[in-house]
């Protein structure tokens, strides 16, 4: 179980003003400002039974990132909530994960400074140093971390190494990735020297509207 915290003799978090459980484990940063507009997305998942609610919050001088994941993987069904706490340049600062199926619990945290990702018992991920991002196997929405960042003019592109976090393990590995602006709101994604490309739709806050065709946003 690399990179991953077991909890399955702890008692559940409850949900507080709305936000979900991994929220609550970010502390007081991670409280939604109701003094700016939040975004709030429904995701569905196109190849699989999926689907996702998603928060972007202003909060403090950042952002949080926050969902919560229904995914059927691996021939069984999870329940996963999340929150990623990041800075004005939305370079991620801490990121809660907790993970349910039926057959495991596990809890993640880590806290980043200065390019150093500590689990929260403070030992470092040596592999990830100098990560900028993390980045969720299970969810769209931390491509918003870098397309936000960036801000690259049409035609540009730029590279950089995620801490990538996977399901169901939690194991947390070092994602090559790069990043094209190919229109007004559409990017191209490549990972791992180009092993795995993908064309995603954003909307004017860089969030996905569809990743191709394996998610989707829903819309009125």
């Given at each position: 179980m690399t990179g991953a915290h077991t909890a399955g003799g702890d008692e559940p978090r409850p949900y507080i003003q709305g936000r979900s459980r991994a929220a609550v484990g970010l502390g007081e940063n991670a409280a939604v400002s109701h003094e700016r507009a939040s975004k709030v997305?429904?995701?569905?998942?196109?190849?699989?039974?999926?689907?996702?609610?998603?928060?972007?919050?202003?909060?403090?001088d950042g952002w949080t990132l926050s969902g919560t994941v229904l995914l059927w993987h691996l021939g069984r069904g999870f329940h996963i909530d999340y929150a990623i706490e990041c800075g004005p340049d939305w370079r991620t600062r801490a990121v809660a994960v907790d993970l349910e199926s039926e057959e495991e619990t596990r809890r993640l945290r880590l806290e980043v400074s200065g390019g150093i990702w500590r689990r929260d018992g403070g030992g470092e991920i040596e592999a990830v140093r100098g990560a900028l991002d993390a980045d969720l196997s299970f969810s769209p929405s931390t491509n918003t971390l870098p397309i936000r960042r960036f801000d690259l003019p049409v035609g540009a592109s730029a590279d950089v190494v995620a801490a990538w976090i996977k399901v169901p393990d939690l194991a947390v590995e070092p994602l090559p990735q790069k990043y094209t602006r190919l229109g007004e709101r559409r990017y191209r994604y490549e990972s791992r020297g180009g092993s795995f490309v993908a064309e995603l739709d954003v909307d004017e806050a860089g969030v996905v509207e569809d990743y191709a065709g394996i998610w989707r946003r829903e819309k009125a």
């Open positions: 997305v429904f995701w569905s998942r196109v190849d699989r039974p999926g689907s996702e609610i998603f928060t972007l919050a202003p909060d403090g």
